[in-house]
């Protein structure tokens, strides 16, 4: 099976938890990004968008409707008004995740991860409903810097046109102030920044050439056949569905001389496809599984 393939180191396979371990906890909440870590999870994968005032937040959709309490679009809201929306009930349960829709009770098992005091006292002792609450990426930079052992960090900006500029400019300020901007001498780097946007990706690596960009694809387009992607690009994130209709893509890419890391890998047979195509990386809302299904826990 699979599992003897002597060409395959399961442990090489970097297994990212996307939008944090969002099976289990709301999308992009402390909450979810704690449980990635206990996990084990390799790696965090983000969406950034900036509010109003110019903060970069952890939200996926444009609008903040799907995910909280609240309505209207990230970029209308200031910090202060995403702060006081509550992110977490919505995924009291399964798939009722509904703009403006009522107000669930969570679950026991959400409850006890958004419950500060459950489990982990030592690892967190800030305020409650912080793991519940809109995620600065400042936040979760401090998180993945206070983790004892390293966790990677897979950035995406989102709708990086409208702002020009501005989205890539703040993400690259607020890595240098971690120091996450350039890796030490000899070291891989912990972050890097995805896009299906080409542009952000060449706006990233002007400010820093050291930090790796992922190639978001949905499809293939004609000039990325052959398995060449934008200049400058070190990886390619092709979607799943890319995988399964020209498993071939994958030695491609490889022979072109990027990595692969593939999104959104949930299924048992879809995380075998990629062990046999040897990927790099598979970014998964279930982290907690897919290191079982590797052997890795
Ligand atoms: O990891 C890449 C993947 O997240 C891209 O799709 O819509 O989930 O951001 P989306
Ligand atoms: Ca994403």
Request: aromatic residues 4%; hydrophobic residues 40%; contains cysteine.
């Amino acid at each position: 099976g699979w599992h003897d393939s002597p060409v395959t180191d399961l442990r090489a396979i970097q297994v990212v938890a996307h939008r944090g371990a969002s099976e289990d906890a709301p999308e992009h909440t402390l909450a979810a990004y704690r449980k990635a870590i206990e996990d084990g999870a390799d790696a965090l994968e983000c969406d950034v968008r900036l509010t109003a005032d110019g903060t970069l937040v952890c939200v996926h959709d444009r609008r903040v409707n799907r995910t909280s309490n609240g309505r209207g679009a990230v970029s209308a809201l200031e910090l202060a008004d995403l702060r006081s929306l509550d992110f977490g009930s919505w995924k009291a349960e399964p798939g009722t995740g509904r703009a403006g829709g009522t107000r669930r009770r969570p679950s026991a098992e959400l409850r006890s991860l958004l419950d500060a005091d459950a489990e982990a006292p030592d690892r967190f002792d800030g305020d409650p409903d912080e793991l519940s609450r809109v995620l600065t990426l400042e936040r979760l930079l401090e998180l993945v810097a206070d983790t004892g052992r390293r966790v990677e960090l897979a950035i995406e900006t989102k709708h990086p046109t409208r702002w020009a500029g501005q989205v890539e400019e703040r993400l690259v300020e607020l890595l240098d102030r971690f120091g996450m901007l350039w890796p030490e001498p000899g070291e891989p780097s912990r972050v890097r920044v995805m896009s299906f946007s080409s542009r952000s990706l060449r706006r990233i690596r002007m400010a820093s050439r050291e930090l790796p960009t992922v190639f978001l694809m949905q499809y293939v387009l004609p000039r990325h056949r052959d398995g060449r992607l934008p200049a400058g690009v070190a990886i390619a994130g092709p979607g799943i569905r890319i995988l399964r209709a020209n498993p071939g893509y994958v030695e491609r890419l490889h022979e072109a001389g990027h990595r692969v890391h593939v999104w959104t890998v949930n299924e048992p047979e879809d995380v075998e496809l990629c062990v046999r195509l040897g990927v790099d990386a598979v970014i998964t809302n279930r982290p907690r599984q897919v290191l079982a299904q590797l052997g890795r826990c």
